[in-house]
């Protein structure tokens, strides 16, 4: 029998296929992205992290019981991405304040506010299948994109082939399937909803990367 997060996985499928065939990842493993496309894409990924982090801070407070609380708390404690981002940020020309100076984009905004607002409002289930969607796409980019020649790209799509994201995968497929064991209908539809919301934002985050989104006014 399917685990909860094999059952949304399928049920995702079709945005997650939008998603790798989006023309940036495949500029991406072929060279020609525009670099200013990707240091556009480094800030708006940065600033996207810190509100992952947050959200996970926010789930910390959700864990049922103790054992649960020391696994949530380990992933507070382990930014995987933050160690690449400063070794893109010189190789790409940018610097940290050039990052942490952006302005989040309309996407990145809503994407962020999304996860906080699942946290604020919901449990640890819906919480933790609206942050599965950005590790596990990400993860699965080992496969769908594979090692860039760029010399900057190469950088970048290394961390992922090398799979240096299948811990925390792991670790967040198995919160989503420990709180769907014993939640009801109602519980099991708001963590549906959540998993498919982010895999959309995620979609979403790479089109505005590619398009360099501005806000309009």
């Known amino acids: 029998m399917a685990s909860f997060s094999e059952e949304l996985r399928h049920e995702a499928e079709p945005i997650w296929r939008r998603i790798f065939e ?8 072929d060279g020609t992205l525009p670099e200013e496309t990707f240091r556009y894409y480094l800030a708006q990924d940065y600033l996207y992290l810190e509100g992952f982090g947050r959200t996970v801070a926010l789930a910390l407070a959700k864990a049922p019981d103790s054992h649960t609380f020391q696994e949530l708390a380990h992933r507070v404690m382990t930014p995987v991405e933050r160690p690449l981002h400063h ?3 010189e190789a790409a020309g940018i610097t940290l304040a050039d990052a942490e100076n952006a302005r989040r984009s309309p996407t990145n905004t809503a994407y962020v506010d999304h996860m906080l607002q699942t946290a604020s409002l919901q449990g640890l289930g819906p919480t933790a299948a609206a942050l599965l ?3 596990w796409t990400y993860h699965l980019l080992k496969d769908e994109v594979g090692q860039s020649e ?6 970048w799509t290394k961390f992922y082939v090398e799979g240096l994201l299948e811990g ?6 198995g ?3 420990q709180m769907a064991e014993n939640a ?11 998993f498919l919301t982010s895999s959309r934002y995620e979609y979403m985050f790479w089109d505005a990367a590619y398009n360099r989104q501005q806000w309009p006014v």
């Open 22 to 29: 989006h023309p940036f990842l495949k500029e991406i493993k």
């Open 87 to 89: 070794q893109l940020f």
């Open 133 to 135: 969607p950005c590790p």
């Open 150 to 155: 760029h010399p900057l790209f190469g950088q």
């Open 168 to 173: 925390s995968v792991t670790a967040w497929r």
């Open 175 to 177: 919160f989503v399937d």
């Open 184 to 194: 009801s209908p109602a519980e099991l539809e708001a963590m549906r909803t959540a």
